[in-house]
């Protein structure tokens, strides 16, 4: 279910506008908890009462709709905005002016409206698209991912195992096309400002245990660089390898991107174009990144995208979380895993979980 944090009188407007507001009519119908500022006793007396508005709008669903009393959570809440990182994937309708609101939401990625201003369209974006070997796309991701561009968010979980594995030469030099994908990806689904760290999760296969740390090392390195050239603001970027001996390689065969409020997958890879030629594919593939609600008229499709992101991201959860076990147990020496925060190989004793916000 999606989570919804509201001011009580928000809330009644935004049920008592259906006509005004459908998506997000629809959202709270059919997928969502919804965490009101309004104390136990106040509910309590609300849904006893027929002529309330929470009376009568949970009369008129079919749904058994949670409503849950949290206003010492919003007195905390409203003391201290900043926790709004707290709850990544969720969506706040707040007592605060449009410009503070708009800001909120600018400044660390999670969906904030207010009384003034509901964007009922914001969760309802998504990306389908089918491509051939050495076809040619113009402006290949900035195009594909335009509707992406500058949408809330402060979290990305990859997962790619043959992200890394393929290179070209470019005016004399190697370059492994994994990066140059994935820092075109970036430039159109990062945010364009940002108070808060932004958190990025890569895993990917290794195949080469011969060569593993000097081309891990690389890879981080790039990466880091790459990534935060992009942006002003500040990043934490882990990046995990594990090598075909691993009981993971199955586990994550599939390409997969999750971040806040979007569910994404390839079915071959996600280094889907070429260096030299940036706007030809490099085989045939299909691709798709939708918002949780980009389908809202079908019940079937949007439970669909809750569950797949849901369950995406408590499989990397397990599978990152487990790997870092053992990298804590076995230390640099393990052939089978590597850990890299920040462009830096994280070995033994150096740390003993995943930051990333998404996962946590």
């Known amino acids: 279910m999606f989570t919804i ?17 459908p998506n997000w009519n629809k959202i709270i119908n059919d997928h969502s908890v919804v965490c009101l ?22 009369q008129a669903n079919a749904r058994n709709i949670d409503i849950i009393p949290l206003d010492t959570y919003f007195q905390t809440f409203y003391a201290d905005l900043e926790t709004i990182v707290e709850n990544p994937s969720a ?5 605060i002016p449009e410009e503070a609101a708009k800001k909120l939401q600018e400044e660390f990625g999670v969906i904030v409206n207010c009384k003034e ?40 979980v990859i997962n790619d195992r043959n992200l890394f594995s393929n290179e070209e030469r470019v005016l004399g030099t190697i370059q492994n096309i994994g990066i140059d994908n994935l820092i075109r990806m970036f430039n159109n689904l990062l945010p ?16 080469d245990d011969t060569r593993n740390k000097a081309k891990c090392d690389q890879v981080a390195i790039d990466l880091n660089r790459k990534i935060r050239n992009l942006r002003n ?37 996600l280094a889907s174009f070429k260096i030299r030629s940036a ?12 918002s949780f609600f980009n389908r809202i008229e079908s019940f079937n499709d949007t439970q669909t995208n809750l569950r797949s992101h849901k369950n995406g991201s408590k499989r990397f959860k397990e599978i990152a979380f487990d790997c870092i076990d053992k990298l804590n147990k076995n ?10 925060l920040n462009g830096v190989e994280v070995t033994q004793g150096q740390t003993n979980t995943i930051k990333n916000r998404l996962l946590n």
């Open 5 to 21: 944090y509201s001011d009580k009188d928000i809330f009644k407007d935004i049920i008592s506008n259906a006509s005004q507001y």
């Open 37 to 58: 500022d309004i104390n136990k006793t106040d509910l309590s007396n609300e849904l006893a009462t027929p002529e309330s508005f929470l009376f009568l709008f949970l």
């Open 91 to 95: 969506a706040y309708f707040l007592n």
């Open 117 to 156: 201003f509901v964007d009922d369209n914001i969760l309802s974006k998504g990306v389908n698209l089918d491509w051939l070997a050495d076809e040619e796309i113009n402006n290949n991701w900035n195009s594909i991912l335009n509707p992406f561009n500058n949408f809330p968010s402060n979290t990305l």
């Open 192 to 207: 364009h400002n940002l108070k808060t760290d932004y958190h990025i999760l890569i895993l990917s296969e290794q195949k």
């Open 233 to 269: 603001y500040n990043f934490e970027i882990e990046i995990l390898f594990y090598f075909r001996s691993t009981n993971h390689f199955e586990r994550t065969h599939n390409r997969r991107i999750y971040s806040n409020y979007k569910y994404g997958k390839s079915e071959n890879s």
């Open 279 to 290: 706007n030809s594919t490099r085989n045939d593939d299909s691709f798709s990144l939708v």
């Open 331 to 340: 230390g640099p020496h393990n052939r089978y895993y590597r850990y890299y």
